[in-house]
């Protein structure tokens, strides 16, 4: 067994002893990050939506939804507000226009700090 390998062996052994503490963690993690990600993506919307689509940036939400094992986040226009049907047109374009991908844009922002946190978190783990 290589050094990498018991390394690793390690690491699971100490993320199964602490699989309730990594859930939490987890979902705390997940939680926070949908919250920048709306809230960068409402920042984004809030610049390019234009006067025509001026309440769209106020149509973004997010929802975290626990799965056995682990969490989901669902960050996005709530097409049940006014002018949160516009999502699809405005992130993504039509033939004519070319899409903001305001939430693309605020994923790719997002996302090393949600990679920090989550190597963190099993370091943490690892060395309980």
């Given at each position: ?10 690491l ?53 939804h626990?799965?056995?094992?682990g ?31 305001d ?26």
């Amino acid at each position: 067994m290589t050094a990498d390998t018991r390394e690793l062996y390690q690491l699971a052994n100490a993320m199964t002893r602490n699989t309730g503490q990594a859930e939490t963690e987890m979902a705390s993690i997940v939680t926070r990050g949908a919250l920048n990600v709306k809230n960068q993506w409402r920042a984004n919307a809030q610049v390019t939506a234009g006067r025509h689509a001026r309440l769209y940036p106020y149509t973004i939400s997010y929802d975290v939804h626990p799965t056995p094992g682990g969490v989901t986040a669902e960050i996005g226009p709530d097409k049940a507000r006014l002018q949160g049907p516009l999502g699809n047109i405005l992130e993504y374009g039509t033939s004519r226009q070319a899409g903001h991908n305001d939430g693309g844009r605020a994923l790719l922002t997002e996302l090393p700090q949600f990679e920090a946190q989550v190597i963190a978190l099993t370091g943490r783990l690892g060395r309980l």
